[in-house]
């Protein structure tokens, strides 16, 4: 491995001045001491910026169905917020994150030690994953799920073991059969990403006869919005387990995925753990005020969830109309299978080629579909149009 002088040299060759002397950098047999794990880790790979692929592929609209992002922008009661609380940002945030946690505690009918918040729902997951596992622990998932997750679990060195997807759906049964003396952490997304599909109430019930109390059950609701009207969807803060920790965030449904903010409820005595290690101020100042703004915002919740309606219902009949085997969705995004890598690989470069970004799902275990999020009433005709060209 060359030395950071060297590497810089290679810039300096362009003018910049570096000082210091290579043999100041302590090196073990030519290379920094990393954990290992880290060095084997594969990042989350999210889609190159709109900018550079406008400018590559010369493009003068471009939209992103690729990010499960709230189509509609902020909403405008938090930018309200964020404009009042400018003149705070001198000062350090609260650091409890008292206002948010009490807001979404009244919201639910809980205490606020029931509640914890972080610079988005994975910054939560991270902050469980450091508070819980260690050693010999093991995770539990399903394969094709939150992509997130298993990166966190192998970015802190402990192993995780995955059961397939039944039918584009967790298979609560399989995982239950899975769990042995190393499970600590069991992983539920529910609606799942990229699947969109939920497992049902009495499934749920069922599974959670099945799981030791020694065990922790995450359940991840990001989605849970746009599935709250499925009569079958359970809801997880209508139970009361004392090992499960359910996982929300303001960067879907709330529309504000920028500003890094999530939330988890349950027994105090998990929250505390959580809350004992995370960063002191997280999430920063605006997001606590602009997310407290937007969780009384009704009118912009219920607007997102209509389009959302509106939009699925339209691109469900166009894939059905091209026979495009898709999967029936619970959340802001629809599944498509085609049987093949090579025609997902196509159909994205020539979506993007139209302006259009979708999400290929070989990262997720799904190298043959494709994930696309549902947008305003004229992106999604421009999908349907970019489309219909590209097939
Ligand atoms: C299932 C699921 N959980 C968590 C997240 C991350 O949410 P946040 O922005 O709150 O970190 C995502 C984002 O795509 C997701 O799909």
């Given at each position: 491995m060359e030395t950071f002088i060297e590497r810089l040299a290679q810039k300096s060759a362009s003018g910049a001045e570096t000082h210091g002397a290579a043999s100041e950098c302590h090196h073990e047999g030519g290379r920094l001491l990393v954990c290992p794990h880290i060095e084997a880790l594969t990042p989350y790979q999210p889609g190159r910026p709109p900018e550079v692929l406008m400018r590559e592929l010369g493009l003068k609209r471009f939209i992103n169905l690729a990010s499960n992002e709230n189509p509609f922008g902020p909403p405008g009661s938090s930018l309200k917020a964020i404009k009042a609380a400018q003149g705070e940002l001198s000062r350090y945030p609260e650091s409890s994150g008292a206002k948010l946690r009490q807001a979404l505690a009244d919201k639910y009918n809980l205490?606020?030690?029931?509640v914890a918040i972080g610079s988005g729902s994975e910054s939560i997951i991270s902050n469980i994953v450091r508070a819980f596992l260690h050693g010999d622990d093991e995770a539990l998932t399903s394969a094709g799920t939150f992509i997130g997750f298993p990166v966190l679990i192998k970015a802190h060195g402990v192993n995780l073991r995955t059961v397939p997807l039944r039918n584009y759906r967790f298979d609560l049964e399989g995982i239950a059969d899975a769990?042995?003396?190393?499970?600590k952490i069991i992983y539920l997304c529910n609606?799942?990403?990229?699947?969109?599909t939920i497992f049902t109430k009495s499934e749920f019930e069922n599974f959670m006869t099945k799981v030791p109390d020694r065990v922790l059950v995450i359940m991840d609701e990001a989605y849970h919005e746009f599935a709250?009207?499925?009569?079958?969807?359970?809801?997880?803060?209508q139970y009361r387990y004392d090992n499960l920790l359910t996982l929300r965030t303001?960067?879907?449904?709330?529309?504000l995925a920028g500003l890094r903010v999530g939330y988890g409820f349950g027994h105090d005595y998990l929250i505390g753990f959580i809350n004992k290690i995370k960063l002191p101020f997280e999430p920063n100042h605006l997001a606590q005020v602009a997310a407290t703004a937007a969780l009384n915002d009704h009118k912009y919740l219920k607007r997102s969830i209509d389009n959302n309606r509106q939009g699925m219902k339209l691109l469900v009949e166009e894939f059905d109309r091209r026979g495009l085997e898709h999967v029936t969705s619970h959340a802001n995004f629809i599944l498509v299978e085609t049987g093949d890598e090579e025609r997902v690989k196509k159909i994205h470069e020539d979506m993007l080629r139209q302006g259009v970004a979708i999400r290929p799902l070989k990262a997720f275990g799904l190298p043959t579909c494709f994930r696309v999020t549902i947008g305003l009433p004229d992106e999604n005709r421009a999908f349907i149009k970019a489309l219909r060209k590209v097939l």
């Open positions: 205490w606020m030690e029931n769990i042995n003396h190393r499970t609606p799942n990403n990229p699947t969109g709250g009207n499925a009569e079958e969807f359970p809801d997880s803060l303001f960067s879907k449904a709330y529309g």
